[in-house]
Nanobody, 123 residues
Framework: QVQLVESGGGLVQAGGSLRLSCAASGRTFGNYHMGWFRQAPGKEREFVAGITWSGSSTYYADSVKGRFTISRDNAKNTVYLQINSLKPEDTAVYYC????????????????WGQGTQVSVSS
């Protein structure tokens, strides 16, 4: 199994940057594809970014392309989300998730979830 813990969220002015981290337990971390999702109050959880186990493929929601970058370091059991040019609409709780198979964009494909980290963007 995999346990995930997110960190790096905070309150940032529009146009600023954040780097979110997701620390995973277990020596089999490298076997899992990883993803980031976010959920704002009153809205459904939505896909943000995904990365395959080797890092060979990445996926992004249209709303974050060019601003967000997902990466991973399997030796450190960590996945990252670099967020640049933050907008107020990026405000949400950001969740890290792990999957063995399935579709990168679908929350139901993911087997493990972190507790989330709050990202708040002021205007």
């Amino acid at each position: 199994q995999v346990q995930l813990v997110e960190s790096g969220g905070g309150l940032v002015q529009a146009g600023g940057s954040l780097r979110l981290s997701c620390a995973a337990s277990g020596r089999t971390f490298g076997n899992y594809h990883m993803g980031w999702f976010r959920q704002a109050p009153g809205k459904e959880r939505e896909f943000v970014a995904g990365i395959t186990w080797s890092g060979s493929s990445t996926y992004y929601a249209d709303s974050v392309k060019g601003r967000f970058t997902i990466s991973r370091d399997n030796a450190k059991n960590t996945v990252y989300l670099q967020i640049n040019s933050l907008k107020p609409e990026d405000t949400a709780v950001y969740y890290c998730a792990a999957r063995f198979s399935g579709t990168a964009y679908s929350p139901t494909s993911y087997d493990y979830w972190g507790q989330g980290t709050q990202v708040s963007v002021s205007s």
